[in-house]
């Protein structure tokens, strides 16, 4: 059994390592400069250092690249909010959460730049986009039925409703601040969002 399990756990290390290098060599390609609809499979493998045929091992094409990428960005990103606790922090520690977010993103510009430009043609791309701005919504929605359940959110807000504006809402407002607006004022905007957002679900 053990000669087994140790070629396995090698294979699927391997691959681990494959994954990262690729992931890791497309993100490098496009903060150069390299405009994703441009680079090849076989540009990116060399990058990664892995032959063509290993990039398909682990990836169907470069939009699954992409889609991995933009899968884990989300992850980190939603994380940051995970564990605010609505009224016991309050809108100063959403727009903390909302500043980093907007840094985040910032930070990672020529990824995102690429993911909304994939999005605006790939049909597919921009489906797994929406499922994940769908299972954030879920969160929120529980965290808001939760604070209502405990009495801390009124009655007359519908937790499904509120959840869904929140989460649409910080989504679009920090993509817009970080494509166009001043960088100057992601601490500001990230204030007037959360305000913003916060009064009008728990100061009805």
Do not use: N
Request: proline share 3%; aromatic share 8%.
């Amino acid at each position: 059994m053990a000669s087994i399990t140790r070629p396995r756990a090698q294979l699927s290390k391997r691959r681990a390592e494959t994954e990262t290098a690729v992931l890791g060599s497309v993100e490098r390609l496009l903060a150069q400069g390299e405009r994703f609809t441009e680079l090849s499979v076989q540009r990116i493998a060399e990058e990664a250092g892995v032959a063509r045929s290993t990039f398909y091992l682990c990836f169907q094409d470069k939009s699954d690249v992409l889609l991995r990428l933009a899968g884990t960005i989300k992850d980190e990103l939603y994380a940051m909010g995970e564990k605010w606790r609505p009224v016991e922090d309050g809108p100063g520690a959403l727009a903390e959460i909302y500043l980093r977010q907007i840094r985040h993103y910032r930070d990672r510009a020529p990824l995102m730049a690429a993911i909304t430009e994939v999005a605006g043609y790939d049909e597919a791309f921009r489906d797994a986009s929406v499922q994940s701005i769908k299972r954030f919504t879920r969160r929120i929605v529980a965290k808001f039925r939760e604070e209502q359940r405990a009495g801390r959110l009124p009655d007359g807000v519908d937790p499904a409703i509120a959840g869904q504006v929140m989460a649409w809402s910080g989504e679009q407002v920090i993509a817009r601040q970080v494509s166009l607006g001043d960088p100057a004022d992601d601490a500001e905007v990230a204030r007037a969002l959360a305000e913003t957002l916060w009064f009008g679900t728990f100061r009805r």
